[in-house]
């Protein structure tokens, strides 16, 4: 008898021994128990070195229906600082990290995230806090929608505002290679220079290539001014200023040519008036005249912007002054004022002069006598405005509303002779007294 209760006694002290050392030997993470632990791909040593590394049990039996029978040996800050040794050196603080707040971010025991980052992905772990609107926006940035927040914040942080790895732009050109090198360009853009968040989302945005706004209000936020006009002009540069397309003529970041431009005058306008796309518009084929065999100076030099604005006017075709708008006008100098911004307005007020005009028959100046009377002729009724094969850039054709009028132009070494569709063949000749 004394022999099995000393055995029982043996059994018991050996029972007691073997509790006390399953936390030392992991057998916590068993079937039906913690195995959960084990499955991850990331196990954070202590749970390999034994439970009672962080844990020991207190008075409670084990299992118990509420979970409390074992106890932290240290409070949460001081247990995770006994190994990672917590050092806040730069500006910007994460506050978990602040406030030794470790588990709201990492998982004590294992993970399949590196760092042991709780939850299935980084972004998950981080929407716990940081709540993000995006509804409504369909384009993402490639680190956001692939869950991937360390790739430009960092966890506990940084010398950077939203514990960003480096500061912007450089942060952006780590990814963004090739935009480095329009740093280097003659003109950059301020807002570049200064950062790439002024005009891009780091995370969704309701436009393309992740600009804030896909309108021109993105432009505005700066260039006051251009919004002022286009708010109060009669015509509208379409589509770049009035479709909010500014970045079809302007690079946004960086470039060799003054105002940001993609391309030197006239190629750029070339790149839309280059095909007559929509309409009657008779000179929107601007492109074709530049095979003529007489261009307009202003053309010929690669000066658009000596006639036309680039985005807004108070006048058709964007033109910077007044013109006619059809074939006929007010005999007024006014009605002219652009054509007077480069020519002497004594070609059409003088009637009779041997100097202000080469049109004149003896010194009857036939522009006044086509210009200064009760139903004025534009000028475009005989000249193309950007060029033609005749001198003087006259056409062989004008448009009279629909009808391509014939002008019948012909030059001598004095004068010349016209048979347009308005009046019988007239002849003039300036050597005549």
Same mark, same amino acid.
């Given at each position: ?12 002290? #050996? ?35 034994? @439970? ?99 790739? @430009? ?202 100097? #202000? ?77």
């Amino acid at each position: 008898m004394k022999k099995i209760v000393y055995c029982l006694i043996l059994f018991f002290i #050996a029972s007691s021994l073997c509790a006390q050392n399953d936390l030392t030997r992991n057998t916590c993470a068993v079937e039906d128990c913690h195995e959960s632990i084990m499955k991850k791909s990331i196990i954070h040593s202590p749970v390999n070195d034994g @439970c009672n590394t962080c844990h020991e049990k207190n008075q409670r039996e084990h299992p118990d229906a509420d979970g409390a029978e074992f106890s932290l040996i240290d409070s949460e800050a001081d247990l995770c600082e006994s190994c990672h040794e917590k050092a806040i050196t730069k500006k910007f603080v994460h506050d978990p990290y602040s406030e030794g707040n470790c588990v709201s971010c990492h998982s004590p025991h294992s993970s399949d995230i590196a760092s042991l980052i709780k939850g299935d992905n980084q972004r998950e772990t981080c929407e716990e806090c940081h709540s993000l609107n995006i509804a409504g926006n369909n384009f993402g940035h490639g680190p956001f929608m692939s869950n991937q927040c360390f790739s @430009c914040h960092v966890g506990h942080q940084s010398n950077f505002e939203s514990l960003v790895v480096d500061k912007d732009p450089n942060l952006c050109l780590q990814c963004h290679l090739e935009k480095a090198e329009d740093l280097e360009q003659v003109n950059v853009h301020k807002a570049f220079r200064d950062g790439c968040l002024d005009c891009h989302s780091p995370h969704t945005s309701p436009a393309e290539n992740m600009l804030l706004s896909g309108d021109n209000d993105l432009c505005y936020k700066c260039h006051q001014n251009v919004k002022a006009n286009v708010a109060a002009a009669e015509v509208i540069h379409e589509p770049f200023v009035q479709q909010g397309q500014c970045a079809a003529c302007h690079s946004p970041h960086a470039g060799e040519l003054t105002k940001l431009l993609l391309d030197k005058q006239p190629d750029l306008c070339f790149k839309c008036h280059s095909e007559n796309t929509k309409n009657k518009e008779k000179y929107i084929d601007i492109l074709a005249r530049m095979n003529k065999k007489y261009l307009h100076e202003p053309l010929s030099g690669g000066q658009c912007d000596d006639c036309h604005a680039m985005h807004v006017s108070d006048y058709d075709h964007l033109l910077i002054a007044a013109f006619p708008k059809g074939n006929y006008t007010k005999p007024k100098v006014e009605s002219f004022d652009l054509c007077f911004q480069c020519h002497d307005s004594e070609k059409i007020t003088s009637k009779s002069s041997k100097t #202000a005009t080469n049109f004149r028959d003896g010194s009857n100046n036939l522009h006044y006598v086509h210009v200064m009377k009760k139903k004025s002729i534009s000028c475009q009724s005989c000249h193309d405005m950007h060029g033609a094969n005749n001198e003087h850039i006259i056409g062989n054709v004008v448009y009279f509303g629909k009808w391509e009028m014939p002008i019948g132009y012909k030059v001598t070494e004095t004068g010349g002779s016209c048979l347009p569709g308005c009046h019988v063949q007239y002849s003039y000749d300036r050597e005549k007294d």
